[in-house]
C-alpha cells in the first residue's frame, strides 16, 4: 500500500478503530505518514453482514472526503 501511495494513485488504507495506532505507525515506518486512513468500527469479524454493510456505507464519507481532497 505504501508503494501504490507513493508512486501518485488515490490511496486510503481501511481500518477498524481498535487498529488505528498501529496503522498510523506503520505508515510512519513504511515513509507514507500521510497515508489516508478510513476507520470503521471494531471488530469485524463475527458481525452480519447487515452490520458490514452499514459500517461500509458509514464509511463512504471518509472515502468521498479522501477522493475529493486527492483530487484538489
Same mark, same amino acid.
Request: glycine share 4%; aromatic share 0%.
Given at each position: 500500500?505504501? #508503494? !501504490?501511495?507513493?508512486?501518485?494513485?488515490?490511496?486510503?488504507?481501511v481500518c477498524s478503530d481498535a487498529f488505528l495506532g498501529l496503522a498510523r505507525n506503520q505508515a510512519k515506518v513504511f515513509g507514507v505518514p500521510e497515508m489516508p486512513l478510513i476507520v470503521i468500527p471494531h471488530p469485524l469479524g463475527g458481525v452480519p453482514m447487515t452490520e458490514i454493510k452499514a459500517r461500509a456505507e458509514g464509511a !463512504?464519507?471518509? !472515502? !468521498? #472526503?479522501?477522493l475529493r481532497e486527492y483530487l484538489r
Open positions: 500500500m505504501a #508503494d !501504490l501511495r507513493r508512486r501518485g494513485p488515490a490511496t486510503a488504507v !463512504l464519507p471518509q !472515502l !468521498l #472526503d479522501q
